[in-house]
């Protein structure tokens, strides 16, 4: 029996829009060979709401983003918003979503397909086989705790200032997600921060250890400075399984973790909220990990692929429909055997095709896995 979902789709700025039509047309194939289908609403989110209403994000989108089961997001920002006022920026619609709906903890696999091990910039050695997946969390620290702004100190100097702060609260429900993720993979977990110099970091190691001690049964807990970490990605990936670390060193580790795979076109990320106790629902929202790209906007020429891997990953962790998760996962390494590839991921003796061609790829692989 066919069973419908409420999804919120915001195809933003830039390519946006492109690899979200490219996506839906994977909706309208599962809606008709597969158990699901959705009943879809559409937001208008960063520099498209500012045009319409002078606003990144309006009340009303962000209701109807709260009651939606999920939502699939594209992207948002562009060079044309760039004198905006900061709290108009395109990007603070997605900042604005994050902390309203609680989505804490943002998971952000980085995995090499097989066909793709050429594309990235590291040796065949290095990055055959890699999977791993970087838990941020995504609601504190530096971008949101208190005081933060800038000012002009009595002597006319003016100073600019943020603040990393953390509660033990807030590291153990990222802690708790982390450990249950590692215990459906390899079960290690790296806990990644700087204690060695600031004292969220030492906050952040006492916690996570004091937790693992309590609630970490199954589960191995190692500790790495992210400086370090950052070295490790490029040096032997491999030896990661589950890193968590918090916001600031999760929007870094996770873009280099990212060009691991050969590009940010291929990389999907799940923002996710607490389980309601009551309900058993959670709000989530989930994006591809590259920007709008505006250099290559309109021009079709945009990379679909992590978009389609975005919505697996809200089949998985909002629909529980692993099953068909995976079926999307292997089409699109069925698709990339075929050796059709974007511009971003163009190798020797691959055919060079656009947003159009490669998901037309993803559709015909659709059909012959379900065959």
């Known amino acids: 029996m066919a069973t419908n979902r409420q999804m919120m789709v915001m195809a933003g700025d830039g390519i946006g829009p492109e690899v979200m039509t490219a996506t839906l047309k994977v909706v309208d194939w599962l809606a008709k060979h597969r158990s699901i289908s959705f009943d879809i609403s559409e937001g208008l989110v960063g520099g498209a709401a500012y045009d319409k209403s002078g606003s990144p994000l309006t009340d009303e989108t962000l209701a109807d983003a709260m009651a939606a089961d999920a939502v699939l997001f594209g992207a948002v920002g562009g060079p044309e918003y760039d004198d905006l006022p900061f709290e108009l920026k395109p990007e603070r619609a997605l900042l604005g979503l994050r902390k309203e709906m609680d989505l804490f903890a943002n998971l952000r696999p980085a995995l090499v397909f097989p066909p793709l091990v050429s594309a990235s910039s590291l040796k065949p050695e290095i990055v055959s086989g890699l999977n ?20 002009t100190d009595a002597d006319g100097m003016v100073r600019a200032f943020d603040t990393n702060m953390y509660t033990p609260p807030e590291i153990e429900r990222i802690g708790r997600v982390a450990f249950d993720l590692a215990r459906k993979r390899d079960g290690a977990v790296m806990s990644v921060e700087k204690a060695n110099v600031m004292h969220s970091g030492v906050l952040w190691r006492e916690v996570m250890t004091a937790l693992h001690a309590a609630e970490g049964e199954g589960v191995s807990l190692s500790h790495m400075y992210a400086d370090n970490c950052a070295m490790q990605l490029v040096r032997n990936p491999r030896q990661f399984d589950v890193i968590v670390t918090d916001n600031l060193f999760g929007d870094l580790l996770s873009d280099c973790a990212a060009m691991l795979t050969g590009s940010l076109g291929m990389l999907p990320s799940a923002s996710l909220g607490a389980i ?16 709008s790209a505006p250099d290559i906007a309109g021009q079709g020429l945009a990379n679909p692929l992590a978009q389609v891997l975005s919505l697996a990953m809200l089949l998985r962790y909002s629909f529980d429909q692993g099953d068909d998760a995976e079926l999307l996962e292997r089409a699109v390494e069925k698709a990339l055997d075929g050796e059709l590839r974007t511009g971003d991921i163009m190798a020797d003796g691959c055919t060079q095709t656009g947003t159009d061609g490669m998901i037309g790829a993803v559709l015909d692989s659709l059909d012959a896995l379900a065959r």
């Open 132 to 151: 791993i997946v970087i838990v941020r969390e995504l609601t504190g620290g530096i971008y949101f705790a208190e005081p933060r702004g800038r000012d």
């Open 276 to 291: 309601d106790e009551t309900t058993g629902k959670r709000h989530a929202l989930y994006e591809p990990v590259h920007g």
